[in-house]
């Protein structure tokens, strides 16, 4: 080929965003209103993604799911509570993750560490 008559053929250029495997599916998840509630909850995957609570008193919790079977990463749960009462984030089995202080937001992901899947809350 002669480069300087401009008789180079086209060449295909192919852009790949991300070579990891990416499920096919995601899960949005909706959005749930807890209302006002005077004990603590417990929330699931199929809660919705988008929650927001409203804790009619101190001292109330949500517990996150068991992380058994959640694919790590993030973000699971958004969380915006609209209450002047702070809220115990937990664990499924009442471990303390984070505190959501009173009219605040986070978001929840799901981290391994040390081979060991941990709720990690980002406010």
């Known amino acids: 080929k ?6 180079v053929p086209s060449v295909e250029l192919i852009e790949e965003l991300q070579t990891g495997s990416v499920s096919d599916e ?8 807890q209302g006002a509630f005077s004990a603590g909850i ?10 927001r609570v409203n ?3 101190a001292g109330l919790f949500i517990k996150l799911p068991d992380t058994t079977d959640l694919e ?7 969380l915006d ?4 009462n702070s809220i115990a984030v937990q664990t499924s089995t009442g471990s303390a ?4 202080g009173a009219t ?3 978001e929840v992901w799901l981290y391994t560490i040390a081979s060991v899947k941990t709720w990690v809350g980002f406010a």
């Open 2 to 7: 002669d480069f300087n008559a401009a008789d």
């Open 26 to 33: 995601y899960f949005y998840g909706g959005s749930n209103d």
């Open 42 to 51: 417990t929330i699931t995957a199929l809660t919705g993604r988008a929650i």
């Open 55 to 57: 804790p009619s008193a």
């Open 72 to 78: 790590d990463g993030g973000t699971w749960f958004f």
């Open 81 to 84: 509570n609209i209450s002047s």
């Open 97 to 100: 993750v984070f505190t959501l």
């Open 104 to 106: 605040s937001k986070a």
